[in-house]
Structures are given as structure tokens and as C-alpha cells.
């Protein structure tokens, strides 16, 4: 119950296009849904998360799109550029005295094109 | 801005020797953790760490490794007797409380077992 699936599994867009990548759980305990960005050679760094009292949160130009009754979420990158060429996980967790420990998905390497 | 630090940031071994990975959390922070990340595959949780004891470990996890805050700012990683899979990326992340969400990452130590 524990598995997060994501996709795509890579994924290359045009600059100003629009990334979207997708992730599906199965742990109904999940109360946190973040997505991190890793650049290579560095550790995840958070990009954008959201709790599951709203359905969509927006920073700029990263938005979450969160379906609780179908038990997914996604990653909107709007006006794509080649510096958001990176791998991203999401990684739900779910409130556990405090712990917290991420599940990761498998990994989305975006690549974006001029 | 504060970050997690890791030692060494490469570390090579003959299987069946000790290794100490080490970590330096942000320094207000009360939870730690330890990730790991096989090459090409996605990051997995080993163990999490609060208030000097392990709140939660993965079947991971074994009896080969442990965790320890031997000071009051790093925060260590043992492996007892080193195996051929043991081979990958391990991340260090901490969190400051229980009421705040983000867990920052370290860059990670890459360790080679031959």
C-alpha cells in the first residue's frame, strides 16, 4: 500500500511549452503530497507541495493539481525553461507523530529543448 | 542560507569493511533522516531520527546498520560489514518540528563497494 507510481518516466518539452507530470498513490494515510527537483550531482531539494484541504496550489509558475478521490497529483510547469531541466519526484508522506518519512516515485527526467 | 552537509561526497570500500557516512543537519533542526538511491533507481527511506532514538526504519535497515548523534551537530550513518549492493547515493535530511513540512536534503555521499 505503500507504492507511488509516476510518469511519465521522461519527458522533453519545448521551451514556453507546459510540463506536466503525474503521480499515483495507493496509501489513503497520505496527508502531504510534495514535489522535489533534483539537479545532477545534488541532493532533492523541495519545489512545491500541498496538503490535501485544497485541490490546487500555485508559486509562480509551478502548480499542484491534487484528485483525492482518484488518489493522484500532478506537476504543472507552465512557460517551461532549459533551467528547469532536472529530475522530479513527488514524494507523499503521511503524519506519523511527527516522522514524516517521504515516499518516493520513480523519477521524471525532464528536458527542456530551446 | 543554512543546508545539510555530507561527508565525504565519494566514498569507495572493500566489501566487508565499516563505513561511516557523516552529516551535518541545519542547526535548529529536530528530526533527521537517511535516504538512499541505487543508480537509476528511486530514493528509499532507511531510517528516521528524533530526540537521540529511531522513530522509524525501513526493512532496509538491517542489523548492519546504524544511526547515531554523537555530538550535538552531526549526525552519522554505520555500515558494519559493507555488501556489493550497498553501493549507492545516501542522502541526509533533516526537519526543524513537527509543525513544519520541508525536509532539506543533503548532497548526498556516493559510496562504491568493490
Known amino acids: 500500500q505503500q507504492q507511488v507510481k509516476q510518469s511519465p518516466q521522461s519527458l522533453i518539452v519545448q521551451k514556453g511549452g507546459i510540463s506536466i507530470i503525474n503521480c499515483a498513490y495507493e496509501?489513503?494515510?497520505?496527508?502531504?503530497f510534495p514535489w522535489y527537483q533534483q539537479f545532477p550531482g545534488k541532493g532533492p531539494a523541495l519545489l512545491i507541495a500541498i496538503r490535501p484541504d485544497v485541490s490546487e496550489k500555485k508559486e509562480g509558475r509551478f502548480t499542484i493539481s491534487f484528485n483525492k478521490s482518484a488518489k493522484q497529483f500532478s506537476l504543472h510547469i507552465m512557460d517551461s525553461q532549459p533551467g528547469d531541466s532536472a529530475t522530479y519526484f513527488c514524494?507523499?508522506?503521511?503524519?506519523?507523530?511527527?516522522?514524516?518519512?517521504?515516499?518516493f516515485g520513480t523519477g521524471t527526467r525532464l528536458t527542456i529543448i530551446p | 542560507e543554512p543546508e545539510v552537509t555530507q561527508t565525504p561526497s565519494h566514498q569507495v570500500t572493500q566489501m566487508g569493511q565499516e563505513v561511516i557516512l557523516r552529516c551535518v543537519p541545519i542547526s535548529n533542526h529536530l528530526y533527521f533522516y537517511w535516504y538512499r538511491q541505487i543508480l537509476g533507481q528511486k530514493v528509499e527511506f532507511l531510517v528516521s531520527?528524533?530526540?537521540?532514538?529511531?522513530?522509524?526504519k525501513s526493512e532496509i535497515f538491517d542489523d548492519q546498520f546504524s544511526v547515531e548523534r554523537p555530538d550535538g551537530s552531526n549526525f552519522t550513518l554505520k555500515i558494519r560489514s559493507t555488501k556489493l549492493e550497498d553501493s549507492a547515493m545516501y542522502f541526509c535530511a533533516s526537519r526543524r518540528s513537527p509543525v513544519t513540512d520541508t525536509q532539506y536534503f543533503g548532497p548526498g555521499t556516493r559510496l562504491t563497494v568493490l
Open positions: 531520527f528524533y530526540n537521540n532514538e529511531i522513530s522509524e
Open positions: 496509501n489513503t494515510a497520505f496527508d502531504y
Open positions: 514524494a507523499p508522506s503521511s503524519s506519523n507523530f511527527g516522522n514524516e518519512k517521504l515516499t
